[in-house]
């Protein structure tokens, strides 16, 4: 009966956990099989016992009903310890939804202490950083309007921090002395069709029309060695001009009334003077909202009703 006593003192411990709790469920059905085995066996000896002595006979139904208790007593203990067990599973799991709770709450509280603090700041520096964008693209603009000879347009600030373009490279840059026709100003594709006919002259056979101002005159042209820097680069990128969608598609509410917010006070706020109304009617709002203005809130009195008779007693 040492399993029996075993069983006994987890009952009657409230402190084991669902895990011990399942084994001892276990070990009970183990107890359940064991005694079943032996009530079965012994009953198929009951036939046998008919023509036994009467000394024989008491012992057969002594040890036979000896075993239906034992059976009996191992099932009640399985029933009662998975009992048990649910019951625990249930409170590890309430202590789990607490722990979770308390856990919410601190992790809301901290975050609502960040937001209210560090966003209505974030709001400031992203309504002076558009002013700053949109009074760049206003130089840009004018300077796009009328550029200097030879010089690209400038790509607006939003484009150009997304969308970096290629600036040109050069690869080399060195002089070379060239054969070149007369009338014409960049040099021969074929410098081996050159005949010298002294210091830097001489003549070309030249049949493409392209470096023969006077093919349909003459087949050989004069030409003479002039000095070309000869330039190898990549070309740079096209200007990307891409409207201005962060000042248009960020919209930042304000944290209380009346404090800074974006993208509120007009539909379309895309070109830079668009962008600095905006600046303008954020800046121009009313004071912000104060917490410490609003009344307290009245003192609420609440009662809870308490079903467990433990709690009652020690109440």
């Known amino acids: 009966m040492k399993i029996f006593d075993a069983l006994k003192n987890i009952l009657k411990d409230p402190q084991r956990s669902p895990a011990d709790l399942a084994t001892a469920v276990e070990d009970a059905r ?7 085995a032996e009530v079965e066996r012994l009953q198929g000896e009951r036939r046998a016992m008919l023509t036994a ?29 998975e009992e048990r067990r649910a019951e625990a599973q249930k409170q590890a799991q309430e202590v789990m939804r607490v722990e979770r709770y308390e856990h919410a709450l601190a992790a809301r509280d901290a975050a609502a202490k960040r937001l209210a603090k560090e966003y209505p700041h974030l709001v400031g520096i992203f309504v002076d950083l558009m002013e700053a964008v949109a009074g760049a693209d206003l130089i840009v603009d004018a300077a796009n309007a009328d550029l200097p000879t030879s010089k690209p347009p400038i790509a607006r600030t939003e484009a150009h921090a997304r969308f970096p373009r290629r600036q040109r490279e050069v690869l080399s840059d060195r002089v070379e002395f060239l054969w070149v026709a007369e009338g014409m100003s960049q040099p021969l594709d074929n410098q081996s069709l050159v005949q010298p006919t002294g210091a830097d002259v001489g003549v070309a056979r030249v049949s493409d029309p392209r470096h023969n101002p006077l093919w349909a005159v ?26 201005n969608v962060l000042s248009g598609s960020v919209r930042l509410p304000a944290m209380r009334e009346g404090s800074l917010s974006w993208g509120y006070s007009q539909g379309r706020i895309v070109d830079p003077p668009e962008v600095l109304e905006e600046v ?18 009245p003192v609420t009195v609440e009662f809870e009703r308490i079903d467990d008779p433990v709690e009652q007693t020690a109440a």
Do not use: M, N, T
């Open 30 to 36: 183990a107890v359940v099989a064991e005694a079943g």
């Open 53 to 81: 002595s009467e000394p024989d006979r008491a012992r057969h139904k002594q040890a036979l009903a000896a075993a239906s208790d034992r059976l009996a007593d191992a099932r009640l203990y399985v029933e009662a310890l």
């Open 218 to 243: 003459r087949s050989h042209v004069p030409v003479h060695r002039c000095a070309f820097r000869r330039i190898e680069y990549r070309p740079a990128d096209p200007v990307v001009a891409p409207p």
């Open 280 to 297: 303008h009617a954020v800046r121009s709002a009313k004071a912000a909202w104060k917490a410490e203005a609003v009344d307290p809130a």
